[in-house]
Every structure is written in structure tokens, then in C-alpha cells.
């Protein structure tokens, strides 16, 4: 017997646990040796050692699993979900995707079709040396966002609505029109989100005879964060809102599926959740939460000096929101990113709601235009609504 379990201990060892081979001493013919062969003799007590096999044992495993969690989270730290990072926007029965060099428009309009188009992005010299600048970058996303995106807004809203021909093209008058509309915007946005709580919150404690610098930039954030769930949450309320939060959702359930490799279909784009960490969204939480830090290290200021220097920094918080957020995309699989991508993701629960599947037909339809005008395939057995062309006349930037 000793001999067939030593042959069969030696074929099914493992090298990670060696001390397989360190068997009772019965089975090694102590009790033999030590005069025990008769029946109902006394077998000696396994030596002490033999007490830690199953210790040993279980160390092991907790050892081989740390070492796996370790491995899995350097990895999921060291590589990005995906090389060519999709964004895009919802517009008025519409969508807009952005690539790295060319956008996707989808709108449905009256009659119920869904008309497309695409555009390249600006590609001047002082724009592809700033796309190369951190920080910088950001500033020059931020302002091409916004004018894309306020110029296909309107359009979009005039198609949807029926007050504009298929077949016109946008003219310098809608140019000028987005231009004013994006500065209107910025300004509106550095007002209401930023400037005013932070005014407001020197104020009040003072009138407190309140004097922290930890307790102004506090309430400040307090502030900015309410007033911008209520904003969000008092603009839903809206039926045309709705819609566009819906159609917000639809977007990103569409990037998820690229991303992720999935087929674009009503069935797999369902599957997905209607937030995204690079979202908008995610984008003024960042800002928010940045600017507290940003601004801190400025003290305590007058009202008009506060004016003065949240006018000046808000470029370089954005820019440098912008570079964080791009991280937290790009590694969003990584526990700390989720961590830290939390509070923008349940601010999404407001601005993004459940699409129908005639609006994931028309983010179908705007990521797959915008892949394929940037010489690239969606992945095969995806659905391809049926779309026309729209016509419009792209504006050139230096």
C-alpha cells in the first residue's frame, strides 16, 4: 500500500502544494516500526508539521487570489477599453457623434424618415498643434463642441419642426446665428453654475461674520451642485426636453456597444446603460468639483475680485476637467475610475432617460456615418436603418 500511494502521490503532485507529499505517518509504516501492527493498537500522533498542512494550504489560495485582484487591477489600470474614443450630443429629434476627425449627424424628421450626413472636423495648423497640448486641448474641444453642437441644434430644430427645407443648406446667417448662441451660452453656463454661487457664498457668510476659506469653498460647491441638479432636473420637466434626454440616453447606449464590441441593434444597444463617463454631464461635474480645488488656492477675495478670476480661470479648470475626464474614460473599467466617476454617472440619471427603439435607429444611423467617413467598418451583422442624405454646407475653421 505505502508504495501504490507514493506512485500515485508522485503522478497527481502539483507544484504549488507540495505538501501533498507529507503524508500521515501511518501510511509511512511508523505504526509498523513502532510495534502497532495488532489490532486495536494505538497509532502515534501525526508529527506537529503535519497540523500546518491545511493552514499552508489556505494561505496559499488567499496568497494566489491577491495576486490575481493585484494583476487584474494593473491591467485593467494599464490598458484603455478602446484606442478611438466616440463622443457626441442629442439635438432636437436628432444625434450628433463625433470621431477623431469627422462627425455623424442623424435627425428623423416630419414625415418620419431619418435624414444623415457627415462633416470633417477643423483641421488647421494652430488646432492640430493645440489637439497635441494638455490642457490646451480641452479649451479647443470645449469651443469646437460647442459650436458644432449649438449650429446642428438649430438645424435640427428647424428640420424636426418642419420650418426649413431638406434640400437647404445652412448658410452664413445660421453661422453667425451658433456664434452668438455659443457665446450666450458660455456665458449663461459661467453665470449660473460658477460665478453666482461663488459670489453668493462670500456673501452669506459674511453676513454670518462667518470667516473660513474651507467653509465659503464648501458652500460654494454646495451651491453650484444644487443649482445645477435643479436646473437639469426643472428643464426635464419639459416634453421637448424629455424627448432630447432620451435621445441623450440612445447616444450612449450606442458608443457603450461600439466600445464594447457589440453588434449595433435595437436588442444589443438595449442592453447597455444610458450613462457614459465621458458625457457632457460628467463634464460640468468635473468642472465643479475642479474649480473648488483650482480656486482654493486663491483665498478669500472680494466679490469683484471673484468675478475677475473665475472669469480668467474657467479655460484652464475646463481644460484640465478635460484631461481628467478623458482618464476616467479611458480606463473606466478600473475600480478607482468608477470610484471617482460615480457622482457625474448618478447626475446622468436626470439628464439621460430610456429611448425607444426608433431612437436607437437614429443613433444607429449617426455612429455608423461617422465611423465609416473616417474610413472605418461598424461590426458586422450591425442594423443599418434606412436614411437620406441631407444637405447642408459644412463650415470651414482654420
Known amino acids: 500500500m505505502q508504495h501504490q500511494v507514493h506512485r500515485w502521490l508522485n503522478a497527481r503532485r502539483r507544484d504549488e502544494d507540495r505538501s501533498l507529499l507529507e503524508l500521515p505517518p501511518v501510511l509511512y509504516g511508523e505504526a509498523d516500526l513502532a510495534g502497532h501492527r495488532r489490532s486495536g493498537g494505538a497509532i502515534p500522533e501525526a508529527p506537529r508539521a503535519?497540523?500546518?498542512?491545511?493552514?499552508?494550504?489556505?494561505?496559499?489560495?488567499?496568497?494566489?487570489?491577491?495576486?490575481?485582484?493585484?494583476?487584474?487591477?494593473?491591467?485593467?489600470?494599464?490598458?484603455?477599453?478602446?484606442?478611438?474614443?466616440?463622443?457626441?450630443?442629442?439635438?432636437?429629434?436628432?444625434?450628433?457623434?463625433?470621431?477623431?476627425?469627422?462627425?455623424?449627424?442623424?435627425?428623423?424628421?416630419?414625415?418620419?424618415s431619418i435624414l444623415t450626413t457627415t462633416e470633417p472636423l477643423p483641421n488647421g495648423v494652430l488646432r492640430k498643434r493645440a489637439a497635441k497640448l494638455p490642457i490646451a486641448r480641452g479649451v479647443v474641444i470645449l469651443v469646437e463642441t460647442l459650436v458644432l453642437g449649438s449650429r446642428w441644434l438649430l438645424r435640427s430644430a428647424e428640420l424636426s419642426s418642419g420650418q426649413?427645407?431638406?434640400?437647404?443648406?445652412?448658410?452664413?446667417?445660421?453661422?453667425?446665428?451658433?456664434?452668438?448662441?455659443?457665446?450666450?451660452?458660455?456665458?449663461?453656463?459661467?453665470?449660473?453654475?460658477?460665478?453666482?454661487?461663488?459670489?453668493?457664498?462670500?456673501?452669506?457668510?459674511?453676513?454670518?461674520?462667518?470667516?473660513?476659506?474651507?467653509?465659503?469653498?464648501?458652500?460654494?460647491g454646495l451651491l453650484q451642485i444644487v443649482i445645477l441638479i435643479a436646473y437639469l432636473s426643472l428643464a426635464g420637466r419639459s416634453r421637448d426636453i424629455d424627448r432630447t434626454y432620451r435621445y441623450h440616453g440612445a447616444e450612449h447606449r450606442a458608443i457603450h456597444a461600439l466600445e464594447n464590441g457589440d453588434t449595433l441593434t435595437r436588442a444589443d444597444l438595449a442592453r447597455w446603460p444610458t450613462a457614459h463617463p465621458r458625457c457632457g454631464t460628467e463634464f460640468l461635474v468635473v468642472v465643479i468639483l475642479v474649480s473648488l480645488v483650482a480656486f482654493t488656492t486663491l483665498g478669500r477675495l472680494d466679490p469683484l475680485a471673484t468675478v475677475a478670476s473665475r472669469i480668467v480661470g474657467i479655460p484652464l479648470v475646463a481644460g484640465l476637467s478635460y484631461e481628467i475626464l478623458r482618464l476616467l474614460g479611458k480606463y473606466r473599467t478600473n475600480p478607482i475610475a468608477r470610484a471617482l466617476a460615480a457622482p457625474g454617472?448618478?447626475?446622468q440619471r436626470?439628464?439621460?432617460?430610456?429611448?425607444?427603439?426608433?431612437?436607437h435607429d437614429v443613433a444607429i444611423a449617426a455612429l455608423t456615418v461617422a465611423v465609416e467617413a473616417g474610413g472605418e467598418s461598424v461590426p458586422a451583422g450591425s442594423e443599418r436603418p434606412v436614411w437620406g442624405a441631407l444637405q447642408h454646407e459644412a463650415a470651414t475653421h482654420g
Open 164 to 220: 426649413a427645407s431638406v434640400s437647404t443648406p445652412s448658410s452664413r446667417g445660421d453661422r453667425a446665428l451658433s456664434a452668438v448662441t455659443v457665446v450666450l451660452t458660455l456665458v449663461f453656463v459661467m453665470a449660473l453654475f460658477n460665478i453666482i454661487p461663488a459670489v453668493a457664498a462670500s456673501l452669506l457668510l459674511r453676513a454670518l461674520s462667518i470667516d473660513s476659506l474651507l467653509a465659503e469653498r464648501l458652500m460654494d
Open 50 to 112: 503535519l497540523a500546518l498542512i491545511s493552514v499552508r494550504r489556505h494561505c496559499g489560495v488567499v496568497v494566489r487570489r491577491a495576486s490575481h485582484l493585484l494583476a487584474f487591477a494593473l491591467a485593467n489600470l494599464a490598458a484603455p477599453a478602446r484606442s478611438v474614443a466616440y463622443g457626441g450630443q442629442a439635438l432636437v429629434d436628432g444625434i450628433l457623434m463625433r470621431g477623431p476627425a469627422h462627425i455623424g449627424v442623424a435627425i428623423r424628421v416630419p414625415d418620419g
Open 350 to 359: 436626470i439628464t439621460t432617460r430610456l429611448p425607444d427603439d426608433e431612437m
Open 345 to 347: 454617472l448618478a447626475v
